[in-house]
């Protein structure tokens, strides 16, 4: 079966400094992948997606970018953290070449910027 | 422009009694439309989806949803709730092949003992 994985569960940074946040698919081959950011009490955000290994497509313009080095990997990066960037971060994969799949969440990585 | 709207924020239901959660979409074609439940501090898990046929579908945790296309919507129903259910409810829409799912902003379900 399918599994995702995204690390760290939870990260505290200060403003300024950089930001790594992975996420890995297992089971699958070639999926879609979704980066979310969800505020307190709030819908979710659609960061980036990627349809295949470099393959970026940026859906907010931001302080943030994403890349996909791996098949099954999927990167979120900063250079220099906001205060704004404080959040719930969630990866998500789709079954790719057909349309009306469902997405399928990891845990999610809580984000505080001090 | 195609939208999802969850009109209730937050709803309380007493446990045991049935619940009904509403999600309107807004599209010119029949969309594919899913609901998921998020925990607090959890990722979301999917609940049911609708791509095509009988437009009542039923879900895990027993969970059921019916897909109207003269109001196009998609309600999320279960006849007897238990107080595990209180989470986040999302509502979502997918319209186009590259698999991006509109969100809808989410219902809050809190459960009186």
């Known amino acids: 079966s399918q599994t995702i994985h995204q690390w760290p569960a939870t990260l505290v940074q200060p403003v300024g400094s950089p930001l790594s946040l992975e996420c890995t698919v297992e089971?699958?081959?070639?999926?879609?992948l979704y980066w979310y950011r969800q505020a307190a009490g709030r819908g979710l955000q659609l960061l980036f997606y990627?349809?295949?290994?470099?393959?970026i497509s940026s859906e907010v313009p931001q302080n943030l970018s994403a890349s996909r080095p791996q098949d099954r990997q999927f990167i979120l990066s900063s250079k220099k953290l906001l205060l704004s960037d404080s959040g719930f971060y969630l990866c998500a994969w789709s079954v790719s070449g057909s349309v009306g799949q469902p997405q399928h969440f990891g845990d999610g990585t809580r984000l505080s910027i001090l | 422009a195609q939208s999802v709207t969850q009109p209730d924020i937050h709803i309380t239901v007493s446990e045991g009694a049935s619940l009904e959660l509403r999600c309107n979409y807004s599209?010119?074609?029949?969309?594919?439309l899913f609901w998921y439940v998020q925990s607090p501090g959890q990722g979301l898990q999917l609940l049911l989806k609708?791509?095509?046929?009988?437009?009542l579908v039923q879900g895990i945790k027993g969970f059921e949803a019916e897909f109207k296309r003269s109001q196009s919507s998609f309600n999320l129903r279960k006849p007897s709730v238990h107080w595990s259910d209180a989470a986040e409810y999302f509502c979502a829409v997918g319209f186009d092949s590259a698999s991006k799912i509109i969100f809808g902003s989410g219902t809050r379900l809190s459960i009186r003992p």
């Open positions: 599209y010119g074609a029949t969309p594919y």
């Open positions: 990627s349809v295949g290994i470099g393959q």
């Open positions: 089971g699958t081959s070639n999926p879609n």
């Open positions: 609708y791509f095509s046929g009988d437009t």
